[in-house]
């Protein structure tokens, strides 16, 4: 055998293995799917529970959201980026306000904000009045301590839902990634419906900062060992 061929061979041998050990971004399968979230080659492995935001927002029409930008709600502000939301930094959270008002007004699509936790969301409260005087449709996001920390002297943490229920249609407290799509297609209708006005939406930062992959790949994982104890208290009872 010449030395060409044996090259040839040994070459396409190692683009065989190079491409088994790389596997697919499209690989099926759940086993497949914890691969590709636990190597990283999943395109669906980098996203978080800020996509979910984005993509409600995105199906609303919203086309913009004001914020003064933080930590509490950076996966919002990203995710909203990375799917084409036009991200507005102002200078003071009222303004932010006031800013999704006047979208609200010009377009007749509910305008969102997005604060941070604490002061953040406290020093709106000038402006969601206003939107709640004037009818106008209006969702404003709002970071919060992580679902743990709460009461327990985390970072800005207050009682958000107290200072804001008396002056918006509905307030709602995300607690589990399942519940960020449904409560936040809930708050437009409500924002939009009968009477507009204002509604406040609550995120932890344990909500939103989870990596989606892994938390599908937790969930599975949690069924299958729960599947497991029930087949074997079964069995236990029957001998």
Do not use: W
């Given at each position: 055998?010449?030395?060409?061929?044996?090259?040839?061979?040994?070459?396409?041998?190692?683009?065989?293995?190079?491409?088994?050990?790389?596997?697919?971004?499209?690989?099926?399968?759940y086993?497949?799917?914890?691969?590709?979230?636990?190597?990283?080659?999943?395109?669906?492995s980098?996203?978080h529970?800020?996509?979910?935001?984005?993509?409600?927002?995105?199906?609303h029409?919203?086309?913009?959201?004001?914020?003064?930008?933080?930590?509490?709600?950076?996966?919002?502000?990203v995710?909203?980026?990375e799917?084409g939301?036009?991200?507005?930094?102002?200078?003071?959270?009222?303004?932010?306000?006031?800013?999704?008002?006047?979208m609200?007004?010009?377009?007749?699509?509910?305008?969102?904000?997005?604060?941070?936790?604490?002061?953040?969301?406290?020093?709106?409260?000038?402006?969601?009045?206003?939107?709640?005087?004037?009818?106008?449709?209006?969702?404003?996001l709002?970071?919060?301590?992580?679902?743990?920390?709460?009461?327990r002297g985390?970072?800005?943490?207050?009682?958000?839902?107290?200072?804001?229920?008396?002056?918006?249609k509905?307030?709602f407290?995300?607690?589990?990634v399942?519940?960020?799509?449904?409560s936040?297609?809930?708050?437009f209708?409500?924002?939009?419906?009968?009477?507009?006005?204002?509604?406040?939406?609550?995120?932890?930062?344990?909500?939103?900062?989870?990596?989606?992959c892994?938390?599908?790949?937790?969930?599975?994982?949690?069924?299958?060992?729960?599947?497991?104890?029930?087949?074997?208290?079964?069995?236990?009872?029957?001998?």
């Open positions: 055998m010449s030395s060409n061929s044996t090259t040839t061979s040994t070459s396409r041998r190692l683009s065989v293995l190079s491409k088994h050990i790389a596997r697919n971004n499209t690989s099926e399968g086993l497949g799917a914890a691969y590709n979230s636990l190597f990283g080659l999943c395109p669906e980098a996203l529970s800020g996509h979910l935001v984005s993509s409600v927002l995105k199906a029409g919203c086309n913009h959201i004001f914020c003064l930008s933080g930590g509490h709600i950076s996966p919002i502000l995710a909203s980026e799917d939301i036009r991200v507005i930094d102002v200078r003071h959270e009222v303004n932010a306000v006031f800013a999704a008002d006047a609200a007004r010009l377009t007749g699509v509910p305008g969102v904000a997005a604060v941070t936790a604490g002061p953040g969301v406290t020093n709106t409260i000038t402006a969601i009045k206003n939107a709640q005087m004037a009818q106008v449709p209006l969702v404003l709002g970071g919060a301590a992580a679902t743990i920390m709460k009461g985390s970072l800005q943490d207050i009682d958000q839902r107290a200072v804001l229920e008396p002056i918006v509905q307030c407290t995300i607690n589990t399942r519940d960020i799509v449904p936040l297609r809930e708050a209708q409500v924002a939009s419906s009968g009477v507009p006005g204002p509604v406040f939406v609550e995120l932890p930062l344990d909500v939103l900062y989870v990596n989606l892994c938390f599908v790949c937790c969930y599975f994982l949690s069924f299958f060992l729960s599947l497991c104890v029930s087949v074997t208290a079964s069995r236990v009872e029957k001998y």
